[in-house]
């Protein structure tokens, strides 16, 4: 098995849904564009991806919401070096189709107070819905590590839900963790990297918004 070194996670920038959300009254979610700060979020993560990657290999899985397409092609990665592959299963949380935004905002009032992971949206999914899915890709992705060639590096261009319940998956935290941790920020990263424990460790911890509130002694 050749695991790679690190598995990166970025959330895409900025999109137009995240300054104005009455967009989704005209646009699917999925064919929202970056904002030009979008843009530049991207630009300048590429920058820094591409100073941690230096000259080595890299697989690329990608979201296949037009904004996170957006955002791996403003990374800027040399070519010659990714193999990249759009993954649906990275894809955002569905919330329903043609989104009403009133009726959104009473929904997600509705979710911080039943709970991110199991809510369930009308027509879309609940936080846990997104954990299977993710979880049936880490499965798939640990596969490829098989291949004595795999490429020392792993890049999941993604959405901020998504890169949370990935590494709860990966790291094995309890639903109490992940309730009190915030997406990060448009263009932030987070990393998984392989320590000498032979141990995936998180470069750093998301922000949290509260103290977890465990049910029993798994917390």
Same mark, same amino acid.
């Given at each position: 098995?050749?695991?790679? =070194?690190?598995?990166?996670?970025?959330?895409?920038?900025?999109?137009? *849904?995240?300054?104005?959300? #009455? /967009?989704?009254?005209?646009?699917?979610?999925?064919?929202?564009?970056? #904002?030009?700060?979008?843009?530049?979020?991207?630009?300048?993560?590429?920058?820094?991806? =591409?100073?941690?990657?230096?000259?080595?290999?890299?697989?690329?899985? /990608?979201?296949? $919401?037009? +904004? !996170?397409?957006?955002?791996?092609?403003?990374?800027?990665?040399?070519?010659?070096?990714?193999?990249?592959?759009?993954?649906?299963?990275? =894809?955002?949380?569905?919330?329903? %189709?043609?989104?009403?935004?009133?009726?959104?905002?009473?929904?997600?009032? $509705?979710?911080?107070?039943?709970?991110?992971?199991?809510?369930?949206?009308?027509?879309?999914?609940?936080?846990?819905? /997104?954990?299977?899915?993710?979880?049936?890709?880490?499965?798939?992705?640990?596969?490829?590590?098989?291949?004595?060639?795999?490429?020392? %590096?792993?890049?999941? /261009? #993604?959405?901020?839900? !998504?890169?949370?319940?990935?590494?709860? +998956?990966?790291?094995?935290?309890?639903?109490?963790?992940?309730?009190?941790?915030? %997406?990060? *920020? %448009?263009?932030? !990263?987070?990393?998984?990297?392989?320590? !000498?424990?032979?141990? $995936?460790?998180?470069?750093?911890?998301?922000?949290?918004?509260?103290?977890?509130?465990? $049910?029993?002694?798994?917390?």
């Amino acid at each position: 098995m050749s695991r790679p =070194r690190r598995i990166v996670l970025i959330r895409h920038g900025e999109s137009v *849904g995240n300054v104005d959300d #009455t /967009v989704y009254e005209r646009e699917p979610d999925h064919a929202l564009s970056l #904002t030009e700060t979008g843009r530049k979020q991207a630009q300048e993560a590429g920058g820094r991806l =591409r100073e941690l990657f230096g000259g080595e290999r890299v697989s690329a899985y /990608v979201s296949p $919401y037009r +904004r !996170t397409h957006q955002t791996f092609h403003a990374l800027g990665l040399d070519p010659s070096l990714v193999r990249v592959r759009e993954e649906p299963r990275l =894809r955002e949380q569905d919330w329903g %189709n043609w989104q009403d935004p009133a009726e959104v905002r009473k929904q997600k009032a $509705y979710r911080d107070a039943y709970g991110h992971f199991f809510y369930r949206f009308a027509q879309g999914e609940s936080g846990a819905d /997104v954990y299977d899915r993710v979880g049936a890709f880490l499965e798939s992705l640990w596969r490829s590590f098989d291949d004595p060639g795999h490429p020392p %590096n792993v890049l999941l /261009v #993604t959405h901020g839900l !998504t890169m949370r319940l990935f590494c709860m +998956r990966w790291l094995h935290w309890t639903v109490a963790e992940f309730e009190c941790l915030s %997406n990060p *920020g %448009n263009g932030a !990263t987070r990393a998984l990297v392989l320590g !000498t424990d032979g141990r $995936y460790h998180l470069d750093r911890p998301f922000e949290r918004w509260c103290t977890p509130e465990p $049910y029993g002694f798994t917390g």
